[in-house]
C-alpha cells in the first residue's frame, strides 16, 4: 500500500519579501528557509527539490536529487544558489514584482508545492542597516568608465603639484607624502573639471534603502549625495592602488585613505567570510592584545572607534568629507573637516576597509552593474 507522501516528509520554506541583487552578488542566501523533516523511522528516498527564481520572461532554477534521505532534518536555505547572469537583475531602475517557486517530490509524489510573491531590488539599491553595510564596497567600482576619465584628467594636475613631468599614479609606490599628492590630483581634478553639486538620494519607495549613483552617474548629473561622492573617490584611489575607506556615521558618509600600504596590512588578518550575518557586538577577538574585530574582517564597529581615531591621530589614516567637492573647498580644508567627523563616538557606525574587503574569502568584489 502507497503511504501518502504528507506523512513521509514535511517541508518548511520562508523567503523575504523583497530580494535585493548586491546581497546574492555576495553569497548571501537567497531563502530564509528551506528544511526537510523526516516524519518516519525509516529513511526516506528520492527527494528531489526545485527552486526557481523568475525575472522577468527568464527563470533561473536550483535542483538537488537526495538518493536517500537519512537525516531527520535537513537544511537546504545554505545551499540554494541560483545563477545571477540576468541581464535584467543588473540593469533594474525600479522595483519589480516576481515569483519564487518551490517544488519537493518525494517517491515519485508531490510532498511541497508553492510559489511566492517577491519583489526584485534595483541592483543599486543598498539596504542601508547594520545587517547589510559590510556589502557597501561592492558599490565601490573602480572599473566604471567615468574613474578611468577622471584619472586621466588628474594626471595633468599631478604633473603640476609634484614639478615632475613625469609624474604618474604609481600607488604605494610612492612614500606617503608621494600619495598624498596622488590623492589631492584626484581631489583636484574632480574639483575643477567637473563642478558637483550636493543632491538629495534618488527616490527609493522604502525608509530603509537608499539608491546609489554610479560615478558615470554623478558625472553624467554633475551631482550626488555624501555617500555617492565617498563612493566616487574612493572608486578613485582604488582604481590607482591607493587603499580607501568609507566611514558611515549616523545619517553620513564620507572616505578615507591609508598612506602607507604597510601600516594598513598591520590593521588586521582577514578571516573566511561567514554563512551567516552577525550583529554588531558579536565578540571575535583579534590575535591576543588587540583591539576587538567585527566577524566581517574588513569592518569596524563603534567598538574599533578609538583605535580608528589613534590611526587617523598618527597620520596613518586620512579622512576627507567628500561633499567638499561641492563647494569652493581646498583639499586640506576637506581633511580638516574629515577629520572632525569622528568628534563624536556616538555618531560613529562603522569603518569599511575597501582593500580587506577584497581580499576576504570570498572577496566583496564589485556590482556588475549595467548602465544605459
Known amino acids: ?99 519564487v517557486y518551490v517544488k519537493v517530490a518525494c517517491e515519485g509524489q508531490t510532498a511541497y508545492e508553492e510559489t511566492r510573491r517577491v519583489t526584485l531590488i534595483p541592483v543599486d539599491e543598498w539596504l542601508d542597516d547594520t545587517a547589510s553595510n559590510p556589502w557597501l564596497p561592492s558599490f565601490v567600482l573602480p572599473r566604471d568608465p567615468a574613474v578611468l576619465k577622471i584619472v586621466s584628467s588628474a594626471r595633468r594636475y599631478l604633473i603640476g603639484i609634484t614639478d615632475d613631468p613625469a609624474a604618474g599614479f604609481d600607488g604605494y609606490q610612492e612614500e606617503a607624502a608621494g600619495v598624498d599628492k596622488q590623492v589631492q590630483a584626484l581631489w583636484t581634478a574632480i574639483v575643477n573639471e567637473y563642478r558637483l553639486q550636493y543632491i538629495n538620494p534618488p527616490p527609493a519607495y522604502s525608509k530603509q534603502t537608499q539608491r546609489l549613483r554610479t560615478p558615470t552617474e554623478v558625472l553624467r548629473s554633475n551631482s550626488g549625495t555624501c555617500i555617492d561622492l565617498a563612493l566616487l573617490l574612493a572608486a578613485c584611489f582604488e582604481y590607482v592602488g591607493i587603499y580607501p575607506v568609507v566611514v558611515l556615521l549616523s545619517g553620513h558618509a564620507f572616505v578615507g585613505y591609508w598612506r602607507s600600504d604597510i601600516t594598513h596590512d598591520d590593521l588586521v588578518v582577514v578571516s573566511k567570510t561567514p554563512a551567516t550575518v552577525p550583529k554588531v557586538g558579536d565578540k571575535v577577538g583579534r590575535t591576543a592584545g588587540k583591539p576587538y574585530v567585527d566577524k566581517f574582517g574588513w569592518r569596524l564597529t563603534r567598538l574599533n572607534f578609538a583605535e580608528v581615531l589613534a590611526y587617523v591621530t598618527s597620520g596613518d589614516l586620512v579622512m576627507i568629507e567628500a561633499t567638499f567637492l561641492t563647494g569652493a573647498n581646498s583639499f586640506q580644508a576637506a581633511i580638516d573637516e574629515g577629520r572632525a567627523n569622528l568628534r563624536n563616538s556616538d555618531e560613529f557606525d562603522s569603518l569599511l576597509d575597501i582593500q580587506l574587503a577584497r581580499t576576504a574569502d570570498p572577496p566583496v568584489t564589485p556590482l556588475p552593474i549595467i548602465s544605459d
Do not use: W
Open 1 to 99: 500500500m502507497m503511504v501518502t507522501v504528507s506523512k513521509l516528509i514535511q517541508v518548511d520554506f520562508d523567503v523575504d519579501d523583497t530580494i535585493n541583487y548586491s546581497l546574492l552578488h555576495n553569497n548571501r542566501e537567497l531563502l530564509n528557509k528551506l528544511t526537510l523533516t523526516r516524519l518516519t523511522a525509516q529513511s526516506v528516498g528520492d527527494v528531489t527539490v526545485q527552486v526557481e527564481l523568475f525575472v522577468g520572461t527568464e527563470h533561473y532554477p536550483y535542483r538537488k536529487t537526495i538518493p536517500i534521505l537519512k537525516d531527520l532534518q535537513l537544511h537546504l536555505s545554505s545551499q540554494v544558489m541560483i545563477p545571477l547572469t540576468s541581464v535584467l537583475t543588473r540593469s533594474l531602475h525600479e522595483r519589480v514584482h516576481s515569483t
